[in-house]
């Protein structure tokens, strides 16, 4: 102790600052790497990691970290557990609730008076929230197994950058969004290594249900994992960036990153689209710098749908990057001359968004980890770098949101309650009723952090409105999020040089009033009220009638379709449409339609099949020799289509949807034509928007249905009916083609103006169901629910 006293100051703070790093070094070593857990490193060759050895790995950092802290917060549709992992100082953990706090009251500055004043105090003392989401797409398999690497190295580094970043992030890391599919994904990678179908697709939906549409999710909020997301991560943390991870294909560039593509949906906030772009060229830059190759921005991916980002309309940027592929977690091997350029990128020319030049070579999981890890620290030492920016850009956000409207501006949506018209079917009850869909339209707001008020005694301009009407105002900070959800949206008219239309990465409308055929009125004036307490919603749920319940069964082909993986989940039981009155809704197979007998298919007897969307091949062939193992080769072939038409000969009921639709017309010789077979792009293109469809209401498929309605349009058919054909037509489109668009975008609308919809062909006792649309499109269309319903209730 007296060597101690009598040292100056500088040897003291050299002495602590040795034991300081000694004991960081201590705790580093005492951190789990990924290989001592999963017993290689991530981003071996023909390695990946099942969800089980994921949830130990984290729960070993945790417990020997201070700076994690892991957590489930739910389970997965197939029951496994939903986690994530919150990095960053042990400090900053020690203060979480601290720093929740503060975001959200930037998130929304009515909270607080003086605005300005006290938000500078917020922004000096917050941190920049960073949300990294990976694996959503199970098939993606670098994301998942990156998620490893990025914990570990935030975990036990003591780099100095790493530091930082801790100081001054928090970090909310989730390894998979789709943990149901790792397994999926794994199991089958597994089975077929070392085999010719090593590093092909597995033969069912990577998540159970909806497959790749798990990320198409963000705003209608169906699948579970989308919520758990949503109410336990996003709106708990209000997020300044989240850091989407996936992987695109094998070919063409090796890494995507913002800015995006136009257009931008027009309520994504300026500050937003800056502050997207900044980050993006700053990791793209950055990344460069470090001798990575084939790098685009501004290319192939737009910020159209706030399906698939959320945090758009809710004051953080989504930053998405996408890796290009191997086969699974195969390497390959790509030759110069096999590199190939996308929208908006020459993969072979150096350009002001795209190089340096990739050439070619071989292609590995290594090489997608870090490209993904690379990427990721990238922008953490952005996002710790620039804290007070990001958290001044998401204050001025709010503050932009919240601002009171004027004469002339869009003040609110209101919602007038119209009472009960219940869709009743065959002693089946389907609560479809108005009330019951404007409940889910307006649940799903409520869901996305909008504010929903329910005054008693409205009067606007001395107009009254029933009790219950709702009232969404857009001077709240997700106000933006109501209006793209309730607006029409009108797609500007992309054309290339040679006039061919420039296709969007989704789809062009989103729409969800009108899909759901939800009455509202859009006000543009300020109007004040008052507020009662808080009412719940309506509706009775769905029950069953006496009788004999007929029985429906979904056709389920080799190659999966998410259209069926979506009609399996609206038809669920509980807490679907329970349209079997209790029992299972079951799926019929190839192999049992080319086994079956009358009514019989594998030992399933049923009334009606359900053929949804999927291409006439695909239904025909399935896959082909060579491509899958032979248990899994082919399709219904010419004998099912002989039983199929024996079965409706006989008194079943066929329904296509869609794309299947043009099965049934070219094997059942049916007196329809699609009239969109074959025309040019130039000439027609509808790529996923709402149209308008006029119904027929005498017949019992459209009973409950109005007048008008709408169509999901996306690849799809439209029919010219023969001459003196037996064809009843339930749905047209209008005659003139300036009234067949609702929202989005119709390019060619006149090709099928007056055409036929959904029609209904009797064929013996039975008849077969055509409809030129997705009457169930993605678990939102409830507004074309009952013409489904109907048409297989028989």
């Known amino acids: 102790m007296k060597k101690i006293v009598n040292c100056d100051l500088s040897s003291v703070l050299r002495l602590v600052a040795v034991s300081i790093l000694f004991a960081a070094a201590a705790a580093a070593q005492t951190v789990p790497a990924p290989k001592d857990v999963l017993g290689f490193e991530p981003g071996d060759d023909k390695k990946l990691a099942s969800w089980a050895q994921t949830v130990d790995y984290f729960k070993k950092l945790d417990a020997a970290s201070d700076r994690v802290i892991f957590q489930e917060i739910g389970k997965t549709t197939m029951g496994a557990p939903f986690v994530f992992a919150t990095i960053s100082s042990p400090e900053n953990l020690r203060n979480l609730e601290k720093y929740k706090k503060i975001n959200a009251q930037l998130a929304d500055p009515r909270t607080f008076k003086s605005r300005d004043k006290f938000a500078e105090r917020l922004i000096e003392d917050g941190k920049t929230i960073v949300l990294i989401t990976c694996g959503i797409h199970s098939t993606e398999v670098g994301s998942h197994t990156s998620s490893f690497l990025i914990a570990h190295r935030l975990a036990s580094s003591n780099e100095p950058e790493i530091l930082k970043i801790l100081n001054n992030t928090i970090i909310l890391l989730v390894p998979s969004l789709n943990p149901d599919g790792v397994d999926i994904v794994k ?14 697709t597995p033969p069912e939906l990577y998540h159970k249900y909806v497959g790749h549409d798990n990320n198409r999710d963000w705003y209608a909020f169906t699948q579970v994992e989308t919520q758990l997301t949503v109410d336990k991560i996003h709106n708990v943390w209000h997020p300044q960036i989240v850091h989407d991870i996936h992987q695109q294909g094998a070919n063409g560039s090796r890494l995507f ?18 502050g997207y772009t900044e980050v993006g060229n700053y990791i793209a830059g950055d990344l460069r710098k470090k001798g990575f190759e084939g790098i685009t921005t501004n290319s192939t991916y737009d910020a159209w749908t706030p399906a698939r980002a959320y945090s758009h309309y809710h004051g953080g940027v989504r930053i998405l990057s996408e890796t290009a592929s191997a086969r699974l977690a195969s390497p390959i091997t790509i030759q110069e001359n096999q590199v190939r350029g996308g929208l908006g990128y020459d993969a072979r020319k150096e350009s002001p968004n795209f190089g340096p030049v990739w050439k070619g070579g071989e292609w590995k ?20 770098d620039n804290r007070e920016k990001w958290l001044s850009r998401f204050y001025e956000v709010g503050k932009e949101a919240v601002k009171p409207r004027k004469d002339g501006e869009l003040f ?5 309650k119209l009472g009960n018209d219940d869709v009743k079917n065959q002693g089946v009850r389907y609560d479809l009723s108005h009330d019951r869909r404007q409940e889910s339209l307006l649940g799903i707001l409520e869901r996305g952090g909008v504010t929903v008020d329910r005054p008693d005694n409205l009067a ?5 409105y029933p009790r219950g009407t709702a009232v969404v105002r857009l001077d709240q900070p997700y106000g933006a999020f109501a209006k793209a959800l309730l607006e029409r949206q009108k797609y500007p008219d992309l054309l290339d040089a040679s006039g061919n239309p420039i296709s969007p990465y989704d789809v062009t409308a989103h729409t969800l009033s009108l899909l759901m055929n939800v009455e ?24 069953c009638g006496q009788g004999h319940a007929p029985r429906y069964t979904i056709y389920r082909s080799g190659p999966p379709s998410m259209d069926e993986g979506w009609t399996r989940w609206i038809f669920r039981k509980p807490g679907g449409y329970d349209i079997n009155c209790g029992a299972p809704v079951e799926s019929i197979t190839t192999s049992e339609i080319r086994q079956g007998s009358g009514s019989n ?12 969307d999927q291409s006439a091949a695909q239904i025909l062939n399935g896959y082909t020799k060579g491509s899958m193992p032979d248990e899994y080769v082919g399709g219904v072939g010419k004998e099912g289509v002989a039983k199929l038409k024996k079965f409706v000969e006989e008194g079943g009921t066929l329904v296509f949807l869609n794309s299947a639709s043009d099965f049934a017309i070219e094997q059942f010789s049916l007196p329809v034509r699609d009239v969109t077979k074959g025309l040019p792009r130039k000439d027609f293109f509808i790529p996923g928007s709402i149209l308008r469809t006029e119904i027929n209401t005498n017949s019992p498929i459209a009973k409950g249905m109005p007048k008008e309605s709408i169509a999901w349009f996306e690849d799809s058919p439209a029919f010219d009916i023969a001459q003196d054909a037996r064809v009843e037509v339930i749905a047209r489109y209008p005659t003139d083609p300036k009234n067949v668009l609702l929202s989005g975008w119709a390019l060619g609308a006149e090709k099928i103006a007056g055409k036929a919809a959904l029609v209904s062909i009797p064929m013996g006792k039975g008849k077969i169901v055509l409809f030129g649309f997705r009457p169930q499109y993605r678990a939102q269309s409830l507004a074309t629910y009952p013409l489904l319903f109907n048409a297989i209730s028989n």
């Not at 199991?187 to 590093?199: F, H, I, M």
């Not at 606007?460 to 009254?464: F, L, P, Q, T």
């Not at 006000?523 to 749920?541: A, D, E, N, V, W």
Request: charged letters at 20%; hydrophobic letters at 30%.
């Open 187 to 200: 199991n089958w990678y597994d089975k077929t290594l070392g085999t010719p179908y090593e590093g092909t």
């Open 257 to 274: 990153l913002p800015p995006y593509m136009d257009p931008v949906e027009p309520n994504v906030p300026k500050k937003i689209v800056e």
């Open 365 to 384: 999981m290594r090489n997608i980890t870090e490209y993904m890890t690379g990427g990721a620290f990238s922008l953490l030492n952005h996002a710790a």
């Open 412 to 416: 609110a949506y209101v919602f007038p």
């Open 460 to 464: 606007i301009a001395g107009k009254k």
């Open 520 to 543: 509202s009125e859009a006000i543009s004036r300020p109007f004040t009220y008052q507020l009662p307490k808080r009412s719940s919603g309506t509706g009775s749920g769905a029950s």
């Open 601 to 612: 298919f594998g030992g399933k007897e049923t009334n009606t099949i359900v053929f949804p």
